[in-house]
């Protein structure tokens, strides 16, 4: 999918993915193992086998409510969660212009990643408050709980 543009576009009609995005979005919903290797070497796994792609905080009378590409939680002694914004391997890094002699920025794409993910740190901080206690299907709840102190949040990048 990397290498292979024609393989990559043919991958995304066979599997009707709506756009690049939404390729590698299922790309890590069937191994989402890469998370824990890229994220500080910290073993991570969805949340009670869960979508990546999670409502972190609902939509209400007041507010849009908000989404995150993926949501993980650390396995651990105490479990905690971690926010994702996926983009794809062709998402520009940089601008295109140095910004003084050697020196880039950050591409419109990237910052705007960063800022949505605390965006959506911040509105699950307030939604979810201090843990998330997972329920089965029925709504009993399942006893894991998943904790919300200093979340991490990063954007992902195929290289």
């Not at 796994?45 to 949501?71: C, F, H, N, P, Y």
């Not at 509105?123 to 979340?151: F, M, Q, W």
Request: proline letters at 4%.
């Amino acid at each position: 999918m990397l290498d292979d543009p024609t393989f990559f576009e043919a991958e995304k009609a066979r599997i009707a993915a709506k756009g690049a995005e939404a390729l590698w979005q299922q790309f890590f919903e069937r191994n989402p193992w890469i998370f824990g290797y890229g994220l500080s070497f910290i073993f991570t796994t969805t949340l009670d086998d869960k979508k990546l792609e999670q409502v972190v905080a609902g939509a209400s009378l007041t507010g849009r409510g908000k989404r995150v590409d993926g949501l993980l939680r650390t396995r651990g002694r105490v479990s905690s969660l971690c926010f994702v914004e996926i983009k794809s391997h062709s998402t520009p890094l940089l601008e295109r212009q140095q910004y003084r002699p050697e020196t880039w920025l950050v591409s419109r794409e990237v910052s705007g990643a960063i800022a949505q993910a605390q965006r959506s740190v911040q509105s699950a901080l307030i939604a979810i408050k201090n843990c998330l206690r997972s329920k089965d299907p029925e709504g009993t709840p399942t006893g894991e709980v998943s904790y919300l102190y200093h979340p991490k949040s990063n954007r992902s990048r195929i290289h």
